[in-house]
């Protein structure tokens, strides 16, 4: 019995066309990749559906959804029930000897990592596999969540990329297709942003705008983030569900702290390059194999500048469940603390300019790290209100003007105790007179005096009235 074909597809016309083309040349072997959510089972339910693949194979088309097998002698059971075959006590070669001697025949099987993961199975599973590619006359295609392929299997190239995120007009078709009221284009695109154009996403939260209004559900993200499109029972119908499948993945799990990586990521937007993992000397061992393994599943990716990041929903999740601990963000703040102080040492030599790209990469990496440091308890605020000031620094005189957090640091000094800090702040806010109001300027002055007088700061003195 072959799935529904997908009542909304917008935004893999692309990758359908690419596989229709493989099949044209015979029956092909593929593997359509992708993070969880990305799509992968909708692209392989229209391809069994489409006219071009209904016409070759006729009724000789499986779909066969792995979800519950747990070694090979399960997957080839599935597969049996399928093909009608007797039960019994191991079907491998059963189905093998069925495809073997029948006519040309398309197999798709849905999810195949939840059986090919474990390391224990694994073997078995890839040699399964490679006895059905010697069949010249079965195509083969498998959905499996990450980037990798299955080996023993002789893919057939060009091998399709891992999909992506849909394009924001595909996103909003998809949107538009779901939601009956409409909405304008501005709230849209907001909610869209929330869900970084993830097709499963889409969706849950596209259905639940259509309940609720996109007003309503911009305003309970901010406090239930993706609880709202979590209700369902099954991957399909659940973000979060779908999420901690991929977390709980063996290739995960066999890489210590890739889950601590991953953590960190979802505070940084921005990413990381290979260069910040390795210079910024986080405490997680072996942090290029948590990298790979991240990839690998699908759970982060490398933009096109070579970041390392992870899409909004996954970031969302993993900072409800697992918030990267102060040890983790503490070298981060050192590394941008350093980066800035260079920035404004050498204001306006090469030396600045060239920490301007650095620093401009890494610009809402900067300002999440430092409002976790912001906090009156926390033992690092001395070093946050400083690279706070330093980070304004940059922004003013790059042209981006004064940065919010600069209107915070009053909440916070009091509790430092630290006259230099805050002659500094004093400091800057002159400083930054162009883009902000001072309202008693010389109440400012006798309070930055004061705290010159039990400080020996004499550069940031001459600033101050320069």
Known sequence: MLPSEPKIFHGREKELSDILKLFKEGSPRIAILGAGGMGKTSLARAIIHHQEIAARYEQHRFFVACDSAANKVELAALIGVHLGLKPGKDLTQSVVQHFTGGPPSLLILDNLETVWEPRESRGDVEEFLSLLTDIGHLGLLITMRGAERPAKVAWTRPFLSSLRPLKQDAARQTFIDIVKDCHSPEDVDKVLSLTDNLPLAIDLIAHLVDLEGCSNVLAWWETDKTCLISEGYDKRSNLDLSISLSLSSPRIKSVPHSDELLSLLSILPDGLSDVE??????????????????????????????????????????????????????????????????????????????????????????????????????????????????????????????????????????????????????????????????????????????????????????????
Request: glycine share 4%; net charge positive; hydrophobic share 40%.
């Open 277 to 466: 993992l390795l210079q910024s000397k986080l405490p997680i061992e072996n942090i290029l194999g948590c990298k790979a393994a991240l990839i690998r599943t699908a759970l982060a990716y490398n933009d096109e500048q070579k970041r390392l990041k992870a899409l909004v929903p996954i970031r969302e999740y993993m900072y409800k469940i697992q918030p990267p601990s102060d040890y983790l963000i503490r070298p981060l703040l050192k590394h941008f603390h350093a980066l800035l102080e260079l920035h404004r040492e050498f204001l306006g030599t090469p030396v600045s300019s060239a920490t301007v790209v650095q620093i401009s990469s890494n610009l809402t990496n900067i300002k999440n790290v430092l409002r976790n440091g912001l906090r009156q308890d926390h033992l690092d605020l001395k070093d946050s209100i400083l690279c706070t000031l330093f980070l304004n620094v940059f922004s003013r005189t790059t042209g981006r003007g004064t940065i919010a957090l600069l209107h915070q640091l009053p909440n916070v000094l009091p509790h430092c105790c630290d006259h230099q800090l805050e002659a500094y702040f004093i400091t800057e806010l002159f400083g930054s007179w162009r883009h902000y109001l001072i309202s008693d300027p010389e109440s400012l002055v006798a309070q930055a005096l004061k705290h010159f007088g039990k400080c020996d700061y004499p550069d940031l003195e001459c600033r101050l009235f320069v």
